[in-house]
């Protein structure tokens, strides 16, 4: 009878379970510790450089040059572009930084405040250079709380003090109060020459107009409010020439007197009213 060998029979259960280990063929242990400094050294490395590059004064922007800009506007504008390059990124770094610097998010920035004909930005060394072609400020609009300029077509150019007088542009007040933000229409360019015809041929005869008031939401309510205290209203559809020579005519026939005149009203082709 052949001798059972336990020992042998051990080993072989070992070795089907994958428990046994050759002493003379040890796997060979993982050291984590180099690729561990690898990356805390890259991690070190890529700190000090965004550092360096957002930091180092001769990357920074510090001079700022606009032509094209008129004298009253240029503060403004001046103003507004040093708010875009003090903004921060991480708490630490601004828009002063040469590779935080965007021509394009300066432009949006802008176009909040100002509307533009043309406005090119370029950087050259540590200097923000901007070409700037403005639009025309031709009239006043004012709504209940702000005041703003605006071109002959109609768009809000800038948003002005409330006191602040630029050469005498004639003055639109917004009956309705709506709100306005920079680049909006207001009106048609060819309502605009109608109604500063209109008050040029009125300023001939020699009624002097304070403001020219406008309800949007009635359609043809156009009111040039005079100086006298009296309303002119017309229709900016209609020939000015010929509303300013019934306004002359009623004037010279049947209203001697117009310090109780509360309004003229020339909306209705021959018919005229007045109170």
Known sequence: MQKRNHFQRLQQKRYSRGAYRNPYFQAKKLNYSVPIFG????GVLTIFLIVYFFSY???????????????????????????YLNQSHFFFFHN??????SEKNLKQSLSKNFAFDQLDIHVKKQTVFLSVKERTS?????????????????????KIDLNA??????????KNAQPVNIGDH???????????AFEQKITSQGILINEVQIDTQIGKWIGLKTMQGYTILFNPADDPQIQSDRLKTLLQDTIKDT???QYIDLRFGDHVYYK
Do not use: C
């Not at 031709?138 to 800038?158: F, H, M, N, P, R």
């Not at 207001?186 to 500063?196: A, F, G, N, R, T």
């Open 186 to 196: 207001l009106l048609d360019k060819d309502q605009i020459q109608h109604i500063l």
């Open 165 to 174: 007088t630029h050469k005498s542009l004639p003055i639109f007040i917004d």
């Open 57 to 83: 004064p001769s990357f920074a922007l510090t001079r700022v040059e606009i032509t094209g800009l008129e004298p009253s506007s240029n503060q403004q504008m001046n103003d507004a572009i040093h708010a």
């Open 96 to 101: 002063t930084n040469r590779f935080l610097f």
């Open 39 to 42: 990356a805390s050294a890259a």
């Open 138 to 158: 031709d009239i006043i609009w004012k709504t209940s709380t702000d005041t703003y300029l605006a071109d002959l077509e109609g768009v809000v150019t800038q």
């Open 259 to 261: 310090s109780k005149l």
